[in-house]
């Protein structure tokens, strides 16, 4: 019988589809966050702290999405710095 392998929860992506404005502009422009259940405030921004946590969960996913070149660098790689795995930067350049 095979092994059956759990998933990480640590590398799981879920969410990112939600949190991908917020990551590029600091900004919910669909409310899709809001209709998750994160509290954002009349002008479609989250919390500081919720966004680094979820930035640091899940900007390495975001990064790996295909962007286009002429757009600036995500606003939270700006605001946050670049995203951290167990301790230590995956890759140094990330633009």
Same mark, same amino acid.
């Given at each position: 019988?095979?092994?059956? /392998?759990?998933?990480n929860?640590k590398r799981?992506? =879920?969410g @990112?589809?939600?949190?991908?404005s917020?990551?590029?502009?600091?900004? =919910? @422009?669909?409310?899709?966050?809001?209709?998750?259940g994160?509290?954002? =405030?009349?002008?479609? %921004?989250?919390?500081? =702290?919720?966004?680094?946590a979820?930035w640091?969960?899940?900007?390495?996913a975001?990064?790996?999405?295909?962007? /286009?070149?002429?757009l600036?660098p995500p606003?939270? @790689?700006?605001?946050?710095?670049a995203?951290?795995?167990?301790?230590?930067?995956?890759? %140094?350049?990330?633009?």
């Amino acid at each position: 019988m095979p092994i059956r /392998h759990r998933k990480n929860k640590k590398r799981s992506t =879920d969410g @990112l589809n939600e949190w991908e404005s917020v990551f590029s502009t600091g900004y =919910d @422009l669909l409310w899709e966050l809001q209709m998750s259940g994160v509290d954002v =405030d009349e002008y479609g %921004q989250p919390s500081a =702290d919720e966004t680094e946590a979820a930035w640091r969960r899940l900007g390495e996913a975001y990064m790996e999405l295909p962007r /286009h070149p002429d757009l600036p660098p995500p606003w939270a @790689l700006e605001q946050f710095g670049a995203p951290w795995i167990k301790g230590r930067r995956r890759r %140094q350049s990330l633009c």
